[in-house]
């Protein structure tokens, strides 16, 4: 049985002198694409419920980060444990309703005094965030509990109609600048129609992609090159519906 110790003492040989030329060649920023590679694959296998290939790409996005440490213990950073023990802090200091005294008597108030734990720790702007949407979903979250906010669904789906005439006008000018800005806008509004409905724009995104790639697979093994292409995406769309669980 491998623990921890042992898979970090073969990630150390993998990039040694007599390791893999690959392994050795990995450096924190060529490991962005594999670290999203990674989490992406593990959330299709989640949305999969394929226990299997949950527990693989578990290990997959598991070695990415003992690839940072490894890197970093070579720079005389930090190593494994220092994460581990950065890690094991935080989870004390922002659930003071747990190893504290304060009180959270639902989900709300648990994840309202982890934020402000948070803000305490960072002297960074609350809407720096790696990700386009996380930042969006941020900012929105943010203002709506200051009052700046949606009163229903339709409200959010009359500004997405409004930004997709705006962009009409945009697109008809050929005004690229506008473009952008107006389909920015689009999506902001798409973000906010997720958060109004409790929904991760990124999980909800995933899931659409996944779908359309089964979708598009099975449209290539039908197609032959003759056919009406709209008739055979509409055949294997229905394929791929009536087989899935």
Known sequence: MYDI??????????????GCPWDKSLTLKSLR????????????????????????EAGDLLLQIIFISNICEENNDFNFYDVLQN??????????????DKVAKSEEDAIKIWNEEKQKESNE??????????????????NAKKGLEFSSIDEILN???????????????????????????ILFTCINLCRFNKIDPD????RSL???NKRSKKFFEIFDGNEDPNKLWSQAKSIVDETKD
């Open 5 to 18: 110790e042992k898979l970090i003492e073969i990630t150390q040989k993998l990039r040694s002198e007599d």
């Open 33 to 56: 694409t594999y670290i999203i590679e990674e989490s992406y694959e593990l959330i299709a296998a989640i949305e999969s419920n394929d226990l299997k290939n949950i527990k693989e």
């Open 87 to 100: 890690l094991a802090e935080k989870l004390i200091r922002r659930h003071p309703h747990v190893f504290g």
């Open 125 to 142: 702007s609350f809407f720096i965030s790696n990700t386009p949407t996380k930042r969006a979903l941020k900012t929105s979250s943010f």
């Open 159 to 185: 500004k997405m109609e409004e930004e997709i005439q705006e962009f009409k006008v945009a697109n008809k000018k050929n005004d690229f600048d506008n473009i952008e800005e107006e389909l920015g806008d």
């Open 203 to 206: 999980v909800a995104l995933s």
């Open 210 to 212: 996944n779908k359309f």
